[in-house]
């Protein structure tokens, strides 16, 4: 499985994005999804991850301003930002596991064996 991020740029406080990964080899479905994002100089952090049946699991952090989705065809996972404070930016990266659930993989850290395949990453900014 190949993914491929896009969606990234530059927000207001306040502001929206929505971040798209796509597969470029093979179906999503069957594996549990995520994002993670990670600032300069600190680690790469899970934000929100889910499983194949839809269940979701989000860190405290970005619950009730986040929210992530995946497509019925198995190809496609978003995540949907509102509400982006300046703690927001980082680079998002795309994540596919299986087979643990979506708290297991968003509490997973960037070395983890469990994890099958990683996105390139996106940029976001959130910025006056």
């Known amino acids: 499985v190949q993914l491929v991020e896009s969606g990234g740029g530059l927000v207001q406080p306040g502001g929206s994005l929505r971040l798209s990964c796509e597969t470029s080899?093979?179906?999503?479905?069957?594996?549990?999804m995520g994002w993670f994002r990670q600032a300069p100089g600190q680690e790469r952090e899970g934000v929100s991850c889910?499983?194949?049946?839809?269940?979701?699991y989000s860190a405290d952090s970005v619950k009730g301003r986040f929210t992530i989705s995946r497509d019925t065809a198995g190809n496609a996972v978003y995540l949907q930002m509102h509400n982006m404070i300046p703690e927001d930016t980082g680079v998002y990266y795309c994540?596919?596991?299986?087979?643990?659930?979506?708290?297991?993989?968003?509490?997973?850290?960037?070395?983890?064996?469990?994890?099958?395949?990683w996105g390139r990453g996106t940029q976001v900014t959130v910025s006056s």
């Open positions: 889910i499983e194949s049946d839809g269940k979701t």
């Open positions: 994540a596919a596991e299986r087979p643990f659930g979506a708290q297991a993989l968003c509490e997973m850290s960037s070395a983890s064996p469990f994890v099958k395949a």
């Open positions: 080899g093979g179906a999503l479905d069957g594996y549990t």
